[in-house]
């Protein structure tokens, strides 16, 4: 079992700058790739932003490229999430996610341990 419990949502205005953390606890963290999502008020669930295992590979969502940074510390078993250039439309409650395997995916129906999410709320 892991626990992970996320920190660092607000409320900001269009154009600032946010950092989410993910706090994970239980078994190794740094067996799981991990994850950040979001849902958008009436919206589905969608992929945000992805690491692996040891950190060197990322993958982001065509919507948050080269505005946000996915980043991890398997010494301190935290995940964070670096939200530059807000936007309104980034507006939402933020997931931080853990899966065992070997590649980062988007699909979040292989993710096995889930976070409550913080919210995000970006006002224009």
């Known amino acids: 079992q892991v626990q992970l419990v996320e920190s660092g949502g607000g409320l900001v205005q269009a154009g600032a700058s946010l950092r989410l953390a993910c706090a994970a606890s239980?078994?190794?963290?740094?067996?799981?790739?991990m994850g950040w999502f979001r849902q958008a008020p009436g919206k589905e669930r969608t992929f945000v932003a992805g690491?692996?295992?040891?950190?060197?590979?990322?993958v982001y969502a065509d919507s948050v490229k080269g505005r946000f940074t996915i980043s991890r510390d398997n010494a301190k078993s935290t995940l964070g999430l670096q939200m530059d250039s807000l936007k309104p439309e980034d507006t939402a409650v933020y997931y931080c996610?853990?899966?065992?395997?070997?590649?980062?995916?988007?699909?979040?129906?292989?993710?096995?341990?889930w976070g409550q999410g913080t919210q995000v709320t970006v006002s224009s």
């Open positions: 996610a853990a899966t065992r395997g070997l590649v980062i995916s988007r699909a979040q129906e292989g993710v096995n341990y």
């Open positions: 239980g078994r190794t963290f740094s067996n799981y790739i």
């Open positions: 690491i692996s295992q040891s950190g060197r590979s990322t």
